[in-house]
Every structure is written in structure tokens, then in C-alpha cells.
């Protein structure tokens, strides 16, 4: 691992070797980060029923059916600010508002003054004691995602978020969905990602009804340019494992009819056209609003402090507002996913921080209609007008500055496949901590040496595509005990068995 603040394209992380002095040691190609092994316990059954009978949660499968009865009969409620204007904690003023019963509210009249100190107390008391049947740590697009699902199927959900919901890096995202685009080569993840990829069109579909919320899902592909002999010959390989595994991918004579913006100096570009993307600062607020319509609570600003466990099994969570009693605990606490007081014994998720900067530009919408990538970065618009441009792949820690060298590469990349971005409106800057794996796989399924601990973290750079798949399999695995998802080579346990050899 190098210092540095290089910009990376979606497979070329270190691919440059400036140093920007920016505090951060940037990760080579290929650098699978702290602890790295190569390749990974691919191939492991994740969550069979045996292994999950205490997970599995009775009479869930029941209380399913007539919540899917009630879904059914479910019509999205009036908005009363639009969907633009709706978000996660509107209306909150306490921490947690059971969406479908409402805030509760004490009367206003002076002489009712003692049935308002009646109602208070058990308010107190509910603050203090609450119980569950699952409780999920954190409020990103996965641990939301979860939830919603959960409730959907009729299981008494707690969503707990030590900040606000989507505030780290499920907000610094770019949208894509994109397991083409972002794979080097095939594999479990990709079978993942293309099976998560399916879900996407129906998934936003049903959200966009449950919320009132337009999570501005397009599918119009994604043009993949080389601009050097290097990269086009590592795109003409992309190319030729792709098609050979089925995967539609279109070699573009004139890219620029699809992206006016386009530098001539293209060597060879792919068009993706099963590739999409997603507002996933729209789709992280849906999917809080989904969960809290469909029966879950979303407690903001509040951390959990320590996952609570006797003989073997998970009795809940202490929080900072008080502690809840729970069967199931899900760890989707992002990067902080392994820093969580997890029960004596219990291996923590190896997950670590990887930042990825983004420059937000404005302006020339019409010139780049579409997600343009190099090797060296990408410009994603949307549809408010916006153009993300990203990113890189640092380890620096739980630090979020963005640094001016890391920003300078960002829009080297992009000018260099898009000129005209350089006449655009620089708007603002941030950067997220991609919560990544030694192996960048995702650790999905029950955690070892604990009954009702699962881990659904370490997503890396792909949780906003991974966010449908993760979600149903969570939610088999607690009402069902088991999944039929392809989760091969995602289970907890591959890093425990490595660290024991
Ligand atoms: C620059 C950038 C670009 C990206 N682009 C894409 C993309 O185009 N496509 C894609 O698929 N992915 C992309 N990603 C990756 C994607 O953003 C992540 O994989 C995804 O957001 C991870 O979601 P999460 O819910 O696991 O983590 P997070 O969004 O980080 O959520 C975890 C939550 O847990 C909370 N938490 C932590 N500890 C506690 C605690 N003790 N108690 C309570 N709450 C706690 C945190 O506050 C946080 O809100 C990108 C990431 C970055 C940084």
C-alpha cells in the first residue's frame, strides 16, 4: 500500500502514483487491504437449516402471511410534502415513531394536565424498555433494506442508527448498478450481483409505491471508454469473458451517439446495456419510509453500544437510550460493523474503512445522458441535474476529509473522457468509508459461536446493488431459517476457519 490520494476508475484502484500528501495511503490494484488472503472459502453453504434453527424465528411465517394479506391491501398514503420534500424523520420528534399508529401525542389543555402526566410515564418506560424480534444495527441502505423486508413479512423490526439514516456511506454512493461495469472477472460476487441486478426493476417498483418516493431508477447502460492501447486491451478482454458467461455487452463504433460529451481520443468503448443506476439518496430515504409504513421502527441518533448474549444466545441490544430486548440481532453497521461490542467470544466481521471521494458538478446534462467510466474514474448524472464524478479507493481510516489532490485526479479523469465537464459548475465535494472485506466479498448470514447474531456487512463498492439480494436472504434466513439465494462464498465463517489453520 502506497500514500497517496489517487483517482480511480472502477477497476484501477492505484492505477495512478501521484502523492497528494492527502494523509491517506491510496490501495494498489489487486490489494485486498489489511490481512489479505487470496481467494476466499468460495463454495460454503451459507445458512442451512440446521445451523439456523435458533436464528429462525417461530411464528413469523404465520404473522408473514397475514402481513402479506394486509400488503395487499395496502395503498401508499397521501403525501402531505411531495415526494421531493419526504423524508426519513418527518414528523419524528421523538426517536422512533411506529409508522401506522403515529406519534403519540399529549393533550395541549391546561386542566388536563394529569392525564398528560399519566400518559408520560409509560412514554418514559417505553423509551427505556422496548422489545423486538429482530433488531437491526444500522440505518444504511442495507440495514434499512433489511428492515423493510422484515416487516414485510410480518416480523416485529427495530431498525437502530447512531446518526441518521443513509449518513455514511450509502449517501457518498454513485448509484450504479452495475456488477458488469465493476467486475474484473467472474465469480461469486458477480453471480451475486447479477442475481441482485434482476431484482432492481420490480424491487424499485414496489418501493416507489410503498414510500411515494421516486428512487429516479433509469436503464440505459453504461458506456465503458479506453482511452490508452493498455486500457482497450483490457476492455476487449472484459469484453470476451463476458459474452463468453452470457452477459450482454456491446462493442460502440460511435460512442458519442450515445455521449455527446465524449472525448475523439477513444481508443475502443463497450456500452453495458443491463447496467443501471439508482438516486441512492432517494432510495435509502424510500426504504426507511417503507419500513416505518410497513410496521418497523427507525430509532435515529441512537448508538448501540454492546449486542447482549447468555448461554449462547443473543437476548438484544443496550443502546444509548436504553436497551432492547431482542431473539435476532443484525450487525449492518457499515464500516463500524466489527467495532461493535459484540458478546464475549464472538469473532467481529473483519470489515474495514475504504474512502472514496466525489466531486458534484452541474450543468451540460444533456452532453453526458448517461454514466460514462474509464480505468480512471466515471461521471454519473441525475436526474435533478447533478453530475457525480468519483472517486478513489484510500485507506484512511474513519476520516472523511476530502483532499484537493484527490479531487484534482477526480476531475482529471473526467475531463479526459468528457472535456466539456471542465466548463461545468463545481457545486460541492464529500466522501464516504466503503465498508470493505479482506477478500471484497460481502459477509452475509449467521455469525459463528452465537445463536441469533447475523452479519449483513462489508459491502465495499457494491451495497447499493447488493441491497435487494442481501435483504431477501437476511429475511429467509430469520423467518426460514435458510435461503436458496446464491450466497456461496459470503458466509461469516470463511474467515473464522482461515484464521484457525
Ligand atoms: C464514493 C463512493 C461511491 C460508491 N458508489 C457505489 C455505487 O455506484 N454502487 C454501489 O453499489 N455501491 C457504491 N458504493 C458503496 C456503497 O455506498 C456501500 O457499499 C453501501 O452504502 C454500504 O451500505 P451499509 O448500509 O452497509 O453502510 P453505511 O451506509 O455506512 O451504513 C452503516 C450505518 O451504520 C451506522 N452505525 C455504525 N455503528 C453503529 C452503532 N454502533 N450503532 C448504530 N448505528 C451504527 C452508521 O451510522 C451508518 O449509518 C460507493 C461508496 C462510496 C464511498
Known sequence: MRRGGGCCGPDAAGALASD???????????????????????????????????????????????????????????????????RAGDGARARAVRVGRGPRRLPRRADDRDHAARLRAPLRAAAMKRTADVVVVGGGVIGCAIARELARRGVRTIVVERGEVGGEATRAAAGMVAPQAESTGPGPLLRLGIASRARYAEWTESLGAESGIDVEYRTDGIVYVALTAADARVLAARARWQRAAGLRVERLRDARRLVRALTRRVRMALHFPDDHRVNNERLVTALAVAARRAGAEVMERTPVTAVRARRGKVEGVDTGAGSIDAPVVVDAAGAWAGALGLPPGVSPPPVFPVRGQIIVLRGGLDAIPRPLYSRR?????????????????????????????????????????????????????????????????????????????????GHYRSGILLAPITAQAIADLVVDGRTALPLAGMSPGRFVRRRRR
Open 20 to 86: 497528494h500528501r492527502g494523509g491517506a495511503r491510496r490501495m494498489p490494484a489487486g490489494s485486498h487491504g489489511r490481512g489479505a488472503a487470496s481467494g476466499g472459502a468460495g463454495g460454503e453453504r451459507a445458512g442451512t437449516a440446521g445451523a439456523l434453527a435458533a436464528t429462525a424465528l417461530p411464528g413469523a411465517r404465520s404473522r408473514a402471511r397475514r402481513r402479506g394479506a394486509a400488503l395487499r391491501r395496502h395503498r401508499p398514503r397521501a403525501r402531505r410534502r411531495g415526494p421531493n420534500r419526504a
Open 377 to 457: 474514474g466515471y461521471v454519473v448524472p441525475r436526474v435533478d441535474g447533478r453530475v457525480l464524478a468519483g472517486s478513489t479507493l484510500e485507506d484512511a481510516g474513519y476520516e472523511k476529509r476530502v483532499t484537493a489532490g484527490a479531487a484534482a485526479d477526480i476531475l482529471a479523469a473526467a475531463c479526459a473522457m468528457a472535456p466539456a465537464v471542465g466548463g461545468m459548475t463545481l457545486e460541492t465535494a464529500y466522501a464516504g468509508l466503503r465498508p470493505a472485506t479482506p477478500d471484497h466479498r460481502p459477509i452475509i448470514g449467521p455469525a459463528p459461536g452465537v445463536a441469533g447474531l447475523l452479519y449483513a456487512t
